[in-house]
């Protein structure tokens, strides 16, 4: 039986009070009882009570006045209805109410009986609808807990990589060799687009998804500062839906689009050419999206932007891999059209 069995029996009839008193006391509750609805509110006014077991039949305010009151109160204890055997309507309207349960009155153990389990089964059901709240309160300040710290890592993780892509930007201008510039310079597009997701997540209310859109508008902003003197009359513009992935998601998308982007500065425009470059997300639905990077150059295939170390496309390729898709080139009157079209994630 739970902690507080303090019962609230209120009846007009004196002799039924002090048998159901003495029966439930037997029983191992404690029965403060109550002679009309005044006297119960009274009571429920000034003391503890665990439960209200109500009589209809009562002078002056019967027993469904009451109970509207009980409901009505802050934390009001359960109700158990006590009704005689014609009185089935105000058992069910009493129900509909909000009374817990009901019992027909009669005379000997077997209605005591029934009152006892009826109290023992609400008393239950009050006991355990308060450990889950508790449970769900603590469980919610525990994963604010969680974020909190999961956005200080993220904080961390994008500082550190501040740092690291500033050693790798001074050592590109250090270097004499155009190639390995060249190089530290596509390294640091990936660093940056890695950075870009942790610092998103430090600095948004969730740190299980990546407003990509937002995202990509920020990484557009660093790509853009990136570009060399000789590919400044190309234009990079974004037009992106709303949409919401997953962090590692984001990575991932990313890397792709530092890599396409790098790619079509590099191969769809000859030095000084002016020029556009747009990368477009639109939102498929149920988490789904489809990814564009076109140009209006002199286009170039997959296979051109495989030369050298081949390395960013095989990044790409890796990266799309994980997303459960491929990238694909599609045909265009001018320039070229990369794309991928990332299905729903799954349950």
């Given amino acids: 039986m739970p902690g507080n069995s303090r019962i609230l029996y209120v009846d007009d009839d004196a002799a039924l009070r002090r048998l159901v008193q003495r029966a439930l006391e037997r029983r191992g509750f404690d029965v403060v009882p109550a002679e009309s609805a005044d006297a119960a509110l009274e009571i429920l006014n000034n003391e503890e009570i665990a439960l209200v077991a109500i009589d209809h039949e009562m002078p002056g305010r019967d027993g469904l006045s009451l109970l509207a009151d009980i409901v009505a109160m802050d934390n009001a204890p359960p109700a158990v209805f006590v009704t005689g055997t014609d009185e089935t309507r105000i058992a069910v309207a009493a129900l509909k109410s909000g009374a817990s349960d009901f019992v027909v009155k009669t005379i000997g153990n077997d209605f005591f009986d029934l009152l006892a389990g009826s109290f023992t089964q609400a008393l239950e059901k009050v006991a355990l609808t308060r450990a889950k709240a508790l449970a769900e309160l603590e469980l919610r300040a525990a994963n604010e807990r969680l974020e909190l710290i999961l956005g200080e890592i993220h904080h961390r993780i994008a500082n550190s990589l501040a740092i690291v892509s500033t050693f790798v930007s001074m050592q590109a201008r250090a270097s004499d060799d155009p190639a390995t510039s060249a190089a530290l310079a596509e390294t640091n597009f990936r660093i940056q687009a890695v950075a870009q997701v942790h610092r998103r997540l430090y600095t948004s209310p969730s740190t299980n ?58 191969y769809a425009f000859v030095a000084g050419a002016s020029g556009e470059i747009n990368v477009t997300l639109r939102d498929t639905g149920n988490g789904g999206f489809n990814l564009q ?9 997959l296979d051109q932007a495989a030369t050298g170390s081949g390395l960013g496309m095989r990044i790409v390729k890796a990266m799309a891999a994980g997303l459960s898709t491929e990238l694909v080139q599609s045909p265009c009157d001018i320039g070229s059209r990369l794309a991928l079209d990332v299905p729903p994630p799954t349950a």
Avoid: C, W
């Fill in 293 to 301: 990077v076109t140009d209006n150059g002199q286009g170039f295939t």
């Fill in 209 to 266: 998804v990546v407003e990509l859109d937002d995202y990509l508008a920020s990484l557009i902003d660093e790509l853009r500062s990136s570009v060399t003197t000789d590919r400044q009359n190309v234009v990079l513009r974004l037009d992106a839906d709303p949409v919401e992935i997953k962090p590692d998601h984001a990575v991932s998308i990313g890397v792709i689009v530092a890599e396409l982007v790098s790619n079509a500065m590099k």
